[in-house]
């Protein structure tokens, strides 16, 4: 882990998508906020409920049973056992495991929900919490079985069952029983106090953590998405006065003029051009800042969303001890991330839609204007065996298909369950693993249709009459050369576009932001 970055720290103060991101990728250190005013609040909380529970008050999963059997009353001398049994009956979830960074993201928008102070919990178990990030301790969270209300109940089972020392973690590189990391690291397993386990697992940690890895992923793609276009403006012998400043000045949209503005950077717009070919390029090219610049004008309210979520006590009942109110409500509904990935999965896929389309121009002769078959680089005599990109364009409309039928909303897919106490719930956990698979196609069109505009670039500068390639675009060029060598001979690209898509995933261009 990097240690030489300032630590997020955990407690009052606000947490950005890009805290989370970084941690979840351990770049930096974490800390819990330890000021006394702060941990006494903190206790306080913990404290009113032991108080209610000597009165024999009433509290929602805590003297009663869960969902609709909140009517059932639960005695005194059993309500130690409940937070046990929530977890333990939760503990049915299939599909796949989360990864190691998605865990990560979990457990801190978990973490950071709880630290506002209003959910009953004790100090102790925000610093077990903490330490499981701290360690890397990442419980093993099936993906699927949430309905994104009462919050993210099954998968968030996981975290509280694992830091009582039952189920099974992540812990360097292996999967082992809690229980014996706890043994290893010296801890004693937590035993749940009433209120805690309801604390952990009734909240939108899981939807709101992938949202979060959703948001900066999407974020870049945005950007690449534009750098791809700039290179396939030049490998077709693109109209950059379609990017003209005063055009964009007369439909003022913010994303949209940023992405122009991009546009016209990398391709150096202002700088002497080639006699145009042709007035109007095909959509895909023209309309480049049309479409990603929906995406972009939408990320400040995707942030906003997201944050606000991350920032938030969003389970239930709150604990007021300053006030000594139980409040009951509905924090736990995920409709905001919900709505939000939704939304971001329409928008990338738009983006991949995008890519396939300049793809497809790419390859055919009938409209690269000039270019070779599939992007072929052998030399005439080898032309009628080699095939060049026909099958990455044809792997890459497989993705795009795929990626627009995923953007089905999940949002409107609400079920009635629990015996009709959860009738309304938001779905927003598989409104965000879509968004996650929506990302993931539409990363591997980017690569498919980086590498062929690259291979068009090159191929564009093989003429006799080629000019200089813009700053921005030689330097992209010259770097991604390093590992992509021009496709001259029919060779598998599987490899290649793998170490791709790992570029993409590590962020590893500087481009626009």
């Not at 949209?253 to 940023?258: A, E, R, S, V």
């Not at 991350?310 to 709505?339: Q, T």
Request: hydrophobic share 45%; charged share 20%; proline share 5%.
């Amino acid at each position: 882990m990097t240690t030489h970055l300032e630590p997020v720290t955990f407690g009052e103060r606000a947490l950005r998508i890009e805290d989370v991101l970084a941690l979840a990728n351990r770049q930096v250190p974490t800390q819990l906020q330890g000021d006394a005013d702060y941990r006494q609040r903190i206790a306080k909380g913990a404290q009113f409920l032991d108080s209610l529970l000597d009165k024999e008050g009433v509290i929602y999963g805590v003297t009663t049973g869960y969902g609709d059997s909140c009517v059932v009353a639960v005695p005194l001398q059993h309500v130690e056992a409940l937070p046990r049994h929530l977890y333990t009956f939760h503990g049915c979830g299939l599909g796949k495991l989360l990864d190691a960074q998605a865990t990560r993201a979990v457990l801190a928008a978990r973490l950071q929900s709880l630290c506002h102070g209003v959910s009953g919990v004790r100090v102790e178990l925000l610093e077990r919490l903490h330490a499981f990030l701290e360690h890397d301790v990442l419980p093993l969270i099936p993906e699927e079985g949430s309905v994104g209300a009462s919050g993210d109940l099954t998968p968030l089972s996981y975290v509280a069952a694992t830091l009582s020392g039952e189920r099974d973690v992540l812990f360097r590189g292996e999967r082992r029983q809690a229980a014996d990391v706890h043994r290893e690291l010296g801890w004693t397993p937590l035993v749940l106090r009433p209120k805690e386990a309801l604390a952990l697992m009734n909240g939108t940690a899981v939807m709101t953590g992938l949202a979060c890895l959703a948001f900066a992923r999407a974020d870049y793609l945005l950007q690449l998405a534009t750098r791809i276009t700039a290179l396939n403006v030049v490998a077709l012998q693109g109209n950059p006065e379609h990017f003209d400043e005063r055009l964009f000045a007369a439909k003022p949209h913010p994303g949209q003029m940023q992405v122009a503005a991009w546009l016209r950077k990398d391709l150096a717009i202002d700088a002497p051009t080639a006699p145009l070919h042709r007035l109007q390029d095909r959509y895909s090219l023209r309309c480049a800042p049309h479409v990603l610049g929906v995406l972009a004008d939408s990320l400040n309210w995707l942030r906003s969303f997201i944050e606000i979520e991350l920032n938030s006590a969003n389970d239930n009942p709150i604990i007021d001890a300053e006030e000594e109110r139980v409040l009951h409500g509905g924090h736990f509904y995920g409709g905001h991330i919900a709505f939000a990935m939704d939304s971001l999965k329409t928008l990338v896929a738009n983006v991949a839609d995008l890519l396939d389309r300049q793809l497809a121009l790419l390859v055919d002769v009938r409209y690269n204007h000039g270019l070779p078959s599939n992007l072929s680089g052998a030399p005439a005599d080898r032309a009628m065996i080699n095939h060049g990109f026909k099958a990455v364009q044809i792997g890459t409309s497989a993705w795009t298909a795929e990626a627009l039928k995923n953007t089905m909303p999940a949002s409107v897919f609400s079920r009635s369950t629990e015996c009709h106490n959860q009738d309304k719930v938001s779905m927003g956990t598989i409104a965000a693993r879509d968004a996650i698979r929506v990302l993931e196609l539409t990363e591997q069109v980017a690569a498919a249709t980086l590498l062929a505009a690259n291979q068009g670039v090159w191929l564009r500068a093989q003429a006799e009459d080629a000019r200089p390639l813009p700053p921005a675009l030689a330097a992209m060029h010259e770097a991604l050369g390093k590992d992509f060598p021009p496709v001259i001979e029919d060779r598998a690209l599987e490899g290649e576009l793998r170490l791709c898509l790992k570029r993409i995933a590590e962020q590893h261009w500087r481009l626009h932001a």
